[in-house]
């Protein structure tokens, strides 16, 4: 489900499910269901969001006692899917990164219409499918690189840490992780940036367009298209992530993103 609890009138309220409620109300305006403003979505739930909550409901899902409610299995919610306007833009990628700001949505909305061709994420599945890995692994966009020192990465032959000093310096970067001497060198040659050279390194967490890039580049090399053309999260997530940890919030991710991409 698209949201996990009820929101709106006398509802839960978490604030992830109102801000995918928000979105939908603003996405599924029409001649029948028109806001005196859209909404924030912000995911606080006021007099706003109920009021166009039961407007939706007396206009289009035609109650005769509107409750100002969502529920997770009502016809409110079913509704509001048939209803909004599918595709990639601020409201829909908003409530798909829950846990983010506006600012770098805003910065990686316009990065992800412009890149997402050139690596031919060109269909709703697999524009469903990376959102949820790169949200679950950036915490919408608030992280891009680990929080951890990368110590654990020294001396770790298999990345191409072969100097003292490797595992800190080519720690995980980007949306996607980028880890290791070997790999930054290779994403360095496809952008023709010497990555090895000591400062650059950091490029693939301070500048947002090699964060996402290097994110596309990985999805693309690793044929992790394949995979979302079949709807199968599992092995997207084992090749990200070597394992299945988050597998349960990247679920909850694909969720959102498909509520608003796909119909």
């Given at each position: 489900?698209?949201?996990?609890?009820?929101?709106?009138?006398?509802?839960?309220?978490?604030?992830?499910?109102?801000?995918?409620?928000?979105?939908?109300?603003n996405l599924a305006q029409s001649v029948s269901f028109k806001l005196k403003s859209s909404l924030v979505v912000d995911g606080k739930n006021g007099a706003k969001t109920i009021n166009a909550i039961e407007l939706f409901q007396k206009n289009i899902v035609n109650l005769n006692t509107p409750d100002g409610r969502v529920d997770p299995a009502g016809t409110t919610l079913k509704t509001l899917?048939?209803?909004?306007?599918?595709g990639l833009n601020q409201d829909s990628l908003m409530a798909i990164m829950a846990f983010g700001n506006s600012s770098s949505v805003n910065i990686?909305?316009?990065?992800?219409?412009?890149?997402?061709?050139k690596y031919n994420i060109t269909t709703p599945l697999r524009s469903a499918h990376f959102l949820a890995q790169v949200g679950h692994e950036s915490l919408s966009f608030v992280y891009t690189q680990e929080l951890a020192s990368g110590a654990?990465?020294?001396?770790?032959?298999?990345?191409?840490?072969?100097k003292k000093g490797d595992g800190m310096r080519f720690k995980g970067r980007g949306?996607?992780?980028?880890?290791?001497?070997?790999?930054?060198a290779s994403?360095?040659?496809?952008?023709?940036?010497?990555?090895?050279?000591?400062?650059?390194e950091l490029l693939v967490a301070t500048t947002p367009r090699y964060a996402l890039d290097v994110s596309?580049?990985?999805?693309?090399?690793?044929?992790?298209?394949?995979?979302?053309?079949?709807?199968?999260?599992?092995a997207i997530t084992r090749r990200v992530n070597g394992g299945y940890n988050g597998l349960v919030d990247r679920a909850n991710y694909l969720e959102r993103a498909k509520f608003f991409l796909l119909p």
């Open positions: 489900m698209a949201i996990k609890q009820s929101v709106g009138d006398k509802g839960i309220n978490d604030k992830v499910d109102v801000k995918v409620i928000q979105a939908a109300l899917k048939k209803h909004i306007t599918k990686y909305l316009n990065l992800m219409i412009t890149m997402f061709p654990a990465y020294e001396g770790r032959k298999d990345l191409g840490n072969i949306l996607i992780q980028l880890t290791g001497r070997d790999n930054y994403y360095g040659k496809h952008i023709k940036i010497d990555l090895l050279k000591l400062g650059n596309l580049w990985f999805w693309d090399s690793r044929k992790l298209n394949n995979h979302a053309d079949k709807d199968n999260l599992k």
